[in-house]
């Protein structure tokens, strides 16, 4: 198996009449699918790139109302989109949006650009996400591919790679685009992503319900849920931290992570690694305190669970010192922890020790 030999129009007549009309009948009604402004579906293309559709339905509506058009978007400071991004994680994505924003308005007189190769050129802007801006807000000619998309057509013309791999990307990327339709090919698109999102779904697909049945390769049988062909299983690290929480009165000492990798601008608690299951130190946190701060003695205020991609964490949240002040840092109270834009991690440790800074804040005034 592995290769298509023939052309896929040819070997599957009336795949797009069929699934166009299943689309017609069987979309889910999402709030970027009732505008054709290329801002809105961008912004929600990203989101939905590692974030849930429910998740992503109430934060797209918060954002777009926050940030309306591109023009508000760059004109914001990076610490106001992150801190609208809380949450969604993938911080990259915001500081890649908001780049984009900036490069439309000086590079583009602030229309969003039109061909394919002006809105690949956009940060933060792959193949797929150019494939569906132009697709969808334009109308052009343009293919995608998503996970969504890749599984799909693994089963349709049971494709034998491995799932994410190379050339079961290059596969897929060459079926889309012979696929595509001149008309309504942002519609086919959709439908394809729709197809994979409520139908032929990772696990269970519903061969039963889908406009495809007739020509899927793999329709109906047990085996449809092996395609594509999964990855080996990924190594789960196991990580201790230790986080800090200095008070000054009503505020907590925060640091901002550099600009430049993983959560990169966003506040966090000084926070350090202690032990790791993998040979060598994650490295997502530093493993000495920053020069000037240390921790008490005692039992930690709480415990806090958090997963960073592969990394499960186990973090200790115990009471601090500070002697000066690191670089980066700053005291923060409650009321400033939603406009600087928290880590993940840092919003659960401090929701989960509040009685406790609560109980601190009360001995202070006493
Ligand atoms: S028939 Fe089944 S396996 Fe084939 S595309 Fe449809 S849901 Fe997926």
């Not at 494709?159 to 897929?172: H, V």
């Not at 010192?321 to 401090?350: C, E, F, I, V």
Request: aromatic letters at 8%; one cysteine or more.
């Amino acid at each position: 198996m592995g290769g298509v030999s023939a052309s896929p129009i040819e070997s599957y007549p009336g795949l797009g009449a069929d699934l166009l009309k299943w689309y017609d009948l069987c979309a889910r009604d999402l709030p970027w699918r009732r505008t054709q402004d290329p801002y809105g579906i961008w912004i929600s293309e990203i989101m939905l790139q590692q974030t849930r559709v429910d998740v992503v339905i109430e934060r797209w509506l918060r954002f777009m109302e926050r940030f309306p058009r591109v023009s508000e978007l760059a004109r914001a400071q990076e610490d106001e989109v992150l801190a609208e991004w809380a949450g969604l994680g993938y911080y990259r994505r915001a500081r890649a949006i908001h780049a984009a924003a900036r490069v439309i308005m000086e590079q583009h007189n602030g229309v969003f650009p039109q061909t394919h190769n002006d809105v690949l050129d956009l940060p933060g802007i792959g193949p797929y996400t150019a494939g569906a801006i132009t697709s969808i807000a334009f109308g052009q000619q343009e293919a995608l591919v998503d996970g969504n998309v890749e599984r799909v057509f693994a089963r349709l013309f049971q494709l034998d790679e491995i799932t994410g791999s190379a050339p079961l990307k290059r596969e897929a990327w060459d079926l889309a685009r012979e696929l595509v339709p001149k008309t309504r090919p942002g519609d086919w698109n959709q439908a394809l992503m729709e197809l994979g999102a409520t139908v032929c779904t990772p696990r269970n697909p519903n061969c039963g319900a889908c406009p495809a049945r007739e020509l899927c390769k793999c329709a109906g049988a047990l085996e449809a849920a092996t395609y594509p062909r999964p990855k080996p299983p990924r190594e789960v690290i196991k990580l201790e931290v230790e986080c800090l929480v200095i008070r000054r009165e009503q505020q907590v000492l925060l640091v901002r992570r550099p600009d430049a990798g993983r959560m990169g601008g966003l506040y966090e608690l000084p926070t350090r690694e202690v032990s790791w299951s993998s040979s060598e130190p994650p490295g997502i946190f530093p493993e000495q305190w920053p020069a000037g701060l240390e921790s008490s003695e005692g039992e930690p205020l709480a415990q806090v669970s958090h997963t960073i991609t592969k990394h499960r964490i186990q973090a200790a949240i115990c009471l601090g010192t500070a002697l000066g002040m690191p670089n980066q840092a700053l005291w923060a109270g409650p009321d400033d922890w939603a406009r600087l834009g928290l880590s993940g991690m840092t919003s659960k440790a401090l929701s989960k020790s509040g009685v406790e800074i609560a109980t601190l804040r009360a001995d202070t005034r006493s």
